[in-house]
């Protein structure tokens, strides 16, 4: 009933919605053995009034059953929002932000905050009161529920999204084609459909978009990054994630709103594999430990590129969390690199190891800079738009490897490409 589904009545038929339908219908007098409900109201208090009827409940000034506030019944229209007619100078990022959820308020805010050169012009929640607090606690201009305010604001030239995963493909087109630039969490989309929607829609947009891929600005992939280009032909790569359970019964695990870790979660490895080798995606094919469920958090998945390399990706929510959750094995012209968990980064070569040690971090501070910094430059996105596109079908591909249990070509935008 969370997401709007309803029990077969042969199975359950007083459920909470059939309950509140019922009552509702036994109160409205299209029942002749009506609900009477009048006597459970003691007091009614104009709206001005609300103090007094909260004073009177809280010292209990007088015996009380139900006290309703009894608002006006004039109608006051709300104005149809203004925007500027120019557009913000080109050395300035006025960003729209939709979505004011945790991550939005707690990771992304916070660092986008700490930024030159932006302007946190507006942000889109549909619950009031979550973009009211994001308004006040950033500085936002305005706040609003609507997308359109944002889309229809020549003001504002770059989006944020980091709404459900289901919404992600069809707010990021409609942005893309008002010319804005856009930075969408990952995933780009839930299916190959809705990547092609995102593709062509750019193809004519005066805008670019950026997927939330923070693994490949982060420090120490960079610096392993410059040491993997000097390495002579292909790259045999090892990637272990302990990625640690989530309940089965969070948005994210459903096919339809999240889409499932693979998708949403993965991709972040598939990517960073991308970047590391710098070739295009061939095939790739998966398996699981847990197969015939809608959700997957266990698969292995091997990926070939066009230069011969290859990637050996193992994820899985079964580990202990004490263990660290991302370890990076790199082979290839006679040298080893070795990642641990953000944190260290070690170059054996000639019979001996170099170890360098980082702070931990994602790159989302590194990644959103790359964007600002992008959209006020106007000089393209930071990551390839055929790159993003690539790393997010071969996500998309794992659950069909999985489903038909066989090899998946990933040639899914070769046509974009070359118009």
């Known amino acids: 009933e969370n997401r709007d589904i309803k029990y077969p009545e042969g199975f359950v038929r007083w459920t909470e919605t059939a309950n509140l339908s019922e009552s509702l219908r036994l109160m409205s007098g299209a029942s002749p053995n009506n609900l009477n409900v009048k006597a ?16 009177s409940i809280f010292q209990g000034s007088e015996n009380h059953l139900g006290v309703v506030l009894s608002y006006s019944n004039e109608v006051k229209a709300a104005p149809d929002p203004t925007f500027s007619v120019t557009r913000p100078a080109g050395d300035v990022c006025s960003i729209g932000l939709i979505g004011a959820g945790n991550f939005a308020k707690n990771v992304l805010l916070p660092v986008l905050n700490k930024l030159e050169g932006i302007k946190l ?43 459900q995963h289901d919404s992600h493909s069809s707010l990021a087109s409609k942005a893309l084609s008002k010319g804005k ?59 272990r994630i302990n990625a640690g359970p989530i309940p089965e019964g969070s948005w994210i695990q459903s096919p339809a709103e999240g889409g499932g870790r693979i998708i949403g979660e993965m991709c972040h490895f598939i990517d960073l594999a991308r970047y590391f080798v710098g070739s295009p995606i061939v095939s790739l094919i998966s398996d699981s430990t847990r197969k015939g469920k809608d959700f997957c958090d266990d698969v292995a998945t091997s990926i070939t590129f066009s230069d011969g390399s290859l ?69 393209g996105p930071p990551i390839d738009e055929m790159e993003a596109l690539e790393s997010s079908a071969a996500s998309i591909s794992i659950i069909e490897s999985l489903q038909k249990g066989q090899r998946i070509n990933i040639n899914k935008f070769g046509k974009l490409a070359n118009d």
């Open 40 to 55: 459970l109201t003691t007091h009614v208090y104009d709206f001005e009034d609300a103090e007094t009827a909260y004073k």
């Open 121 to 163: 012009h507006t942000v889109i929640s549909k619950r009031g009161n979550s973009a009211s607090y994001v308004k006040e606690k950033y500085n936002f201009l305005i706040a609003g529920s609507s997308e359109d305010e944002i889309f229809e604001n020549p003001a504002i030239n770059a989006v944020i999204i980091t709404t």
């Open 181 to 239: 630039c856009v930075f969408v969490e990952k995933p780009l989309g839930l299916s190959i459909a809705e990547l092609e929607t995102v593709a062509k829609t750019a193809q004519s947009s005066n805008g670019f978009f950026q997927v939330g891929f923070n693994r490949r600005f982060a420090p120490i992939f960079q610096r392993a990054k410059s040491e993997i280009d000097n390495l002579g032909g292909p790259k045999h790569m090892v990637f």
């Open 311 to 379: 990637v050996s990706i193992s994820y899985t929510s079964l580990g202990d969390s004490s263990y660290p959750k991302e370890s990076y094995e790199i082979y290839g012209g006679g040298s080893v690199l070795t990642i641990n968990n953000l944190q260290k980064l070690s170059i054996t070569s000639g019979g001996k190891t170099k170890t360098i040690r980082y702070k931990r971090e994602k790159g989302i501070k590194q990644e959103l800079n790359e964007f600002v910094r992008s959209v006020k430059d106007n000089n």
